[in-house]
């Protein structure tokens, strides 16, 4: 007799909680990488484990990832790095867990098209001495 396979675990709050309770060892802290994709509106993301937890981005190492699987880059160079900018506590598995929003520089260390953030900084670094007002529509 076959098992009948439903998906109702996955929909039960309860079984994920007993999961996301599950003690990690003493200082280890899985860092989650969040950045745009090639589209400029999707949102990509991995997660690696870290022997302690970071307290600033600068705490946490650049990575990398194959760029022609999300459209940033070409299958001859397709090398992507992804520079930590921003850290927040990880709403979602809680502890010591922290996500990391993150710019993503080329196989050369330029900014790739969608990252805006490099421009932005540099417009922003430029006029330092002013005191621009932005509005958003």
Sequence with gaps: ??????????????????????PQPDGKSMITYVWIDGTGENLRAKTRTCDKEPKSPDDVSWWNFDGSSTGQAEGSNSEVYLKPIALFKDP???????????ETYNFDMKPTVTNHRAKCIEAMLAAEDQHPIFGLE
């Design 1 to 22: 007799m076959n098992p009948v396979f439903t998906n109702a675990a996955g929909m039960d709050k309860n079984v994920l909680q007993r999961y996301l309770a599950l």
């Design 92 to 102: 979602f598995t809680l502890g010591q867990d922290k996500v990391v929003l993150c």
